[in-house]
Every structure is written in C-alpha cells, then in structure tokens.
C-alpha cells in the first residue's frame, strides 16, 4: 500500500482513538496546532484554485476534518472536566489572547460562534443547496448542447466525452458540497454544546470535586474553556469560509486573487471617488485628516496609476489574433491539419442557414442525433460526426453531402415550401414548381403554404424541407455505409462485442483473421445492405467456416447464411416473399463463366449474353414494381456472389438472394424467370 494511502487510512484511526484514548497534554498541543494549519491550508487552496472540480475531494476533506475537530473537542473536554488542564495550546487561547479577561473571552467566543453559525454557516448552507438544485436542472441542457456541438463537428467524440464527464461530476460534486454544508452546520452546534459542558460542568467538578471556592473554579473553567473553543473555533471558521468559497467558484473563471485585483480595480474613476470621499469625512467630521488623508491618498494613487496604465483597444486584440493565426499558418502542423478529411460532411448555401439555426428555429441538428441513433439501430454501425457547414460557394438553397471528402448527394431546398410527392395519378390542379424528391428520384412539386391542405385531400405526400433533408442524408448514408466502416471502426465494434463474448472474439481474432480481414466481411454486408448488428451470430459463424476458407467473399457467403432469418425478415412483403428466378440456362452460364486466378475468382461472360440477361432482367424488375412488388432475386448459393457483381452496376438496388438465406419455412413466390 502506498505512504499516501496509509497515512490517510492512520489519520482516521487516529480520530476513532481521540474519541477512546485519553491522550497527553503535549500530543493533544501538537494536534490542535495541525488542525489550525490544515484548516488555513483548506482555505488557501479554496482561494487560489480556478473552479469548484479542482478541489473535487472538499467534500469528503469536510467530513474527516470535522470528525477530527470532534476528537479534539472530546480530548481536550475529557482533559478539561478529568486533570483541570487540556495543554499549553488550550492555555494560551485561553489567557494570552483573551489578556486573561474572562468576560471578554467569552464575548469573542460567542461572536466567532454569531458569525460562523448565523452568517458563514446559513450563507454556505444555502448557497450549496440552490447550486445542486440548478446544477442537476441544467444537466439536459448541457448534454444536448454537447450533442449539438458534436454534431456540428465543433468538438471530437473524446472532447465530448470529457464534457460529459464534467458535467457528472458537476452534478456529483455539488450534490455532495449539499450534504457537507449539513456537517460544517453540525459541527457548530457540536461546538456550542461542548462548550457549554466544559463551563457548567467544570464549575461543578472544580467545587465538588478539587474544592476550588465557586468563584476560583469558575475563572478556572472558563478560561479553559474558552481557550478550547476558541482552538476549536477559529479552524472552524475557516473551514466554513473555505467551503463558502469553493460552492460560489462557479461564477468565476480565475482565481480569487486575481478576480479581486482585476474586477475590483477594474474602474479607476471609482477609486477616485472612494478617495474623495474618504477626504471628505476626514475634513469634516472630528475623525481628523490625521487618519483619512493616507488612506485617501492611497486610492487617489492607485486611481490614478491604472488609469494611466494603457489598456489594449479592440484593435490590437485583433491585430495581436491575426499575427497568432498567422504564425499557426507558417508551421508545419498548419499544414497537417489540412489533409485532414471528414468522414461525413454537409455543406448548405446562405439561404439555408435556418435550417441548422436553433435561434431561428432550425432542428437539423437534432434530427441529425436521432439519424445517428437510427442507423445504429436498423444497420449495427456507429456513425461518424457530420460535420456541418457553410458554403458560399454553393447557390442560396443548395446543398450537398460529401463522404470521405467526394460529393455523394446533392439538393435544393425552398425553405418557404413544401415538398408534395404525386400519388400517382397525374392532378393539374395542384400548383407548383416541378422538381425530384431527392431521396428517391420520385417526381414532385414545390409547393406554398395556401396549397398544402389541398394537395392532401388530392393525396399527395406532402413534407416539410427539414424532413426532405434529413430523409436524404439517411438513405445516402445508409447506402454509402460500407465506405464509413474501417479498421478503426471495426475494432471498436469487436472490442465492444469482447466485453460479453470474450471467448468467442479470441477464437476468431487476432488469428487466423485480422482486424482487416473481419472489415472486409462487415462492408461486404453493409454494401447489400444487410445489418451487422446481430455480431454475436457473424462471429460464430466466422468461427465455424476460417478452419476451411480466410477467403473474405466465401465467409461473407457464409455470413450471408447464418443470417437468414434475419435477411428472409429483411426483404418479407405480406404472406410470401416475392422474387424473380434466373433459368438454369442463365445460371449454367454465369457458373461457367466463373475464373479463377492467383488473384481470386471473377466473372468472365460473353458480352452479348451478358447484355441479354441484364435486358431480360429489366424486363422482369419493371414488370414486378408495375405490380408494386419490390424485386427480389433468387438464385443457387453458387452464382449468388457472381449475379451480384454482374447487376450491381445497373440495378444497385435490387437485393441479390440466394435458397440458403432464405428460410425452410418462408413462403416464396416467383413473380418472374429471367431467361436468354
């Protein structure tokens, strides 16, 4: 165990033992002499520090020193009413600083007990409640402030993480400054009581017991009393001071000393009129200039000296910021930072600004956390920061999101409209400005306020502008999020799945698959856009099928079959599942256009025939989306990697399935055969 660590562990041995143990008059001294120093050193760092977190252990310090103020209040009490005597410490207090007057003692002692209990004590006690209450009521806000700074690219996850943990902490540290408020409070009236005992019952022991005359035993006991007070007192005292200051940091940013001298004196002219003033009662009043003209001119001097004191304009604040920005720019790190690239990013013209505006009432940034959580949900990935700007360069009401640094998507919004989709039946009457709802190439009209209710009787879809936006940067996200998951990211996903399934993780990573080699596998899947959420169930059948094959496409298949259910559920319409077959003509011929070289298979296919499955195949989707059907394809596990990469040029779209992903007990129903 550390010395640290035992020393404190001691300390609070030693405290249950000064409530046990009587102890000598000079260890009694030397531990009354510890308490006053620990106590000012309390109070220095309470006014030296910048914010209440720095001195996070207060309130805890404010429990073991008022226990400890306790063991010395019952030594010396036990000392006091056993031998007459507490030490030399208790002496002293007792006649060199009250000049061995008993009824002036007693007057400074109920003053110090006045202006703890009634002043320092309420004022703290107070101060600590209404600060946890309003720390606790502002925690949602400045966690969806965080939010929206993260969102908005202003901070990192790990800044934001730190954020947040500040703000716990916060709500931790004066919930409990709340409760320590309760102990300096306690120990007052502990004080008082104990106080008491040592007078009335002291007097009673010196006259019965050591009999001492009334009036002897009375200075006796009061002085010792007194001096035992006041030894308790005076660290108490400043124990409540100390945690008054730290409950009321949150309203600086420095340290006492220099909020002091930098507020304080921050107007000269005030100085001058506190000098004068000054003057003034010297002048007039009997008090003399003897006295006030010092003082007056102390501050008329000082006044006069900071004035004096050039203070930097605007300008030279701007212009001392500029020749920072520009030595930034002249080193190397300057230059780092530009290869930076976001992974996602969405860039609006000026007219959009309301858009992401929360003082204009824009929402886009809390659309974006509910995209965020959305995508986690439906796919099993955690989504970057979007990174949100402005883009003079772009048209008012354009904007466009980027992946990686390319243009995925682009858009236009009127922000005064609304978006309504054609039911499909083509109505002239509803008037507007044609145009294509991004999302999904649909035809669409912008149209005003005063049309709205009447597009929805005539059965149009009608969407506010935020909606069509955030709708978009869901479905290009979601498309795009193969190219979102890395290494980086992948190990995040294993080192979170490690936590519950240790044993599981380790028979499949690091050996015999990489980190890189189970990205692969996850892009793969995300690609066609099937959830990786489900983990547990990928790695084990990753770990099933690397004793045969590290081939990433061939255990992508095979991860592709353990999810069945999950895929079958996926592409389900209604009471069957829906999907357009390829002949064995077609699938012979694929099959045996399948290669294979020192760098993998590939797909080798005559190109005539390549055009006429591809011709027929659109035949077969156009005629399955004529009966609102969403087509699916269904071929032999065999072909199914290879049709893919034969259609995903043309029709990206449309889910390439083969018998082993779909379930024995699933209902399949064939809406079409592709054929030559």
């Not at 995925?408 to 709802?437: F, N, R, W």
């Not at 999810?563 to 064995?584: C, M, N, P, W, Y």
């Not at 256009?593 to 006429?612: A, N, W």
Request: glycine share 8%; hydrophobic share 45%.
């Amino acid at each position: 165990m550390a010395v640290k660590d035992l020393s404190v562990l001691l300390s609070v041995i030693l405290i249950v033992a000064m409530l046990i143990i009587p102890f000598p008059h000079w260890l009694l001294s030397i531990l009354i002499i510890i308490n006053m120093a620990l106590a000012l050193m309390v109070l220095l760092m309470a006014m030296s520090m910048k914010e209440a977190l720095e001195f996070s252990i207060f309130p805890s310090l404010v429990l073991l020193m008022t226990l400890f103020r306790i063991g010395l209040n019952v030594s010396t009490m036990r000392a006091i009413l056993s031998e007459g005597d507490a030490g030399k410490v208790v002496e002293t207090f007792g006649s060199f600083v009250t000049g061995g007057n008993v009824i002036v003692g007693l007057v400074v002692f109920i003053i110090l007990v006045i202006v703890q209990f009634i002043v320092i004590t309420k004022g703290t006690e107070r101060v600590s409640e209404v600060a946890a209450r309003f720390t606790l009521d502002a925690m949602p806000g400045k966690q969806m402030s965080i939010d929206a700074d993260l969102n908005a690219g202003m901070i990192s996850e790990q800044e934001a993480r730190n954020r947040r943990e500040k703000i716990g902490r916060e709500a931790d540290f004066y919930g409990a400054m709340d409760g320590a408020s309760k102990f300096v409070k306690g120990d007052a009236i502990a004080s008082i009581i104990i106080t008491l005992i040592n007078l009335i019952v002291g007097i009673i022991i010196g006259v019965t017991q050591l009999g001492l005359p009334i009036g002897e035993a009375a200075t006796h006991f009061s002085m010792l009393t007194i001096g035992d007070g006041l030894v308790s007192q005076i660290p108490a005292l400043l124990m409540s001071t100390a945690t008054g200051l730290v409950v009321t940091r949150s309203a600086s940013e420095g340290n006492i000393g220099s909020d002091i001298t930098g507020q304080l004196f921050s107007y000269p002219k005030m100085l001058y009129i506190a000098g004068a003033t000054i003057l003034f009662l010297g002048v007039f009043t009997p008090i003399g200039l003897l006295l006030t003209l010092p003082i007056a001119g102390l501050l008329i001097a000082g006044g006069y000296f900071i004035s004096k004191t050039p203070a930097p304009d605007k300008e030279q604040l701007q212009e001392i910021e500029e020749e920072v920005q520009t030595d930034e720019m002249k080193s190397p790190e300057s230059v780092i930072n530009l290869l930076n690239v976001d992974p996602i990013e969405f860039e609006f013209g000026y007219g959009l600004i309301p858009l992401a505006d929360a003082n204009q009432g824009g929402d886009l940034l809390d659309r974006i956390v509910m995209i965020r959580r959305q995508l986690a949900i439906e796919l099993g990935i955690i989504i970057p920061v979007v990174r949100i700007r402005d883009n003079i360069q772009l048209q008012p009401n354009e904007y466009r999101l980027k992946i990686k640094g390319n243009v995925m998507a682009k858009g236009e919004l009127l922000l005064d409209h609304y978006l309504a989709m054609s039911p499909g039946v083509e109505e002239d009457s509803i008037e507007g400005i044609d145009t294509i709802e991004p999302s999904f190439g649909l035809p669409a009209k912008w149209i005003n306020e005063d049309t709205k209710e009447q597009a929805e009787i005539y059965g149009y879809t009608v969407v506010d502008p935020p909606s069509v936006v955030s709708t978009h940067l869901t479905e290009v996200i979601k498309n795009n999020a193969h190219e979102l998951i890395g290494r980086q990211e992948t190990k995040q996903l294993i080192d979170h799945l490690k936590s519950s399934y240790p044993i599981l993780v380790e028979e499949v990573t690091p050996t015999p698959l990489t980190t890189g080699d189970i990205q692969k596998v996850l892009a793969k899947l995300l690609r066609e856009n099937i959830s990786i959420k489900n983990l547990p169930v990928i790695f084990e059948s990753l770990a099933d099928t690397v004793r045969s094959t590290t081939d990433t496409d061939l255990l992508t298949e095979y991860v592709r079959q353990s999810l069945a259910r999950q895929i079958t559920d996926q592409f389900h319409e209604g009471e069957s599942l829906k999907v357009i077959t390829l002949s064995g003509k077609v699938e012979k011929i694929i099959a045996d256009g399948i290669q294979q070289t020192e760098q993998g298979r590939f797909l080798s296919v005559d190109p005539t025939q390549t055009q006429t499955i591809l011709e027929s195949l659109a035949n077969q989707i156009e005629q399955s989306s004529m009966l609102n059907h969403s087509p699916v394809v269904l071929c032999s596990p065999a072909v199914r990697l290879y049709v893919r990469q034969l259609t995903e040029r043309y029709f990206p779209q449309v889910p390439i399935l083969s018998y082993n992903e779909i379930e024995a007990n699933a209902e399949v129903q064939s809406v079409g055969v592709v054929n030559l």
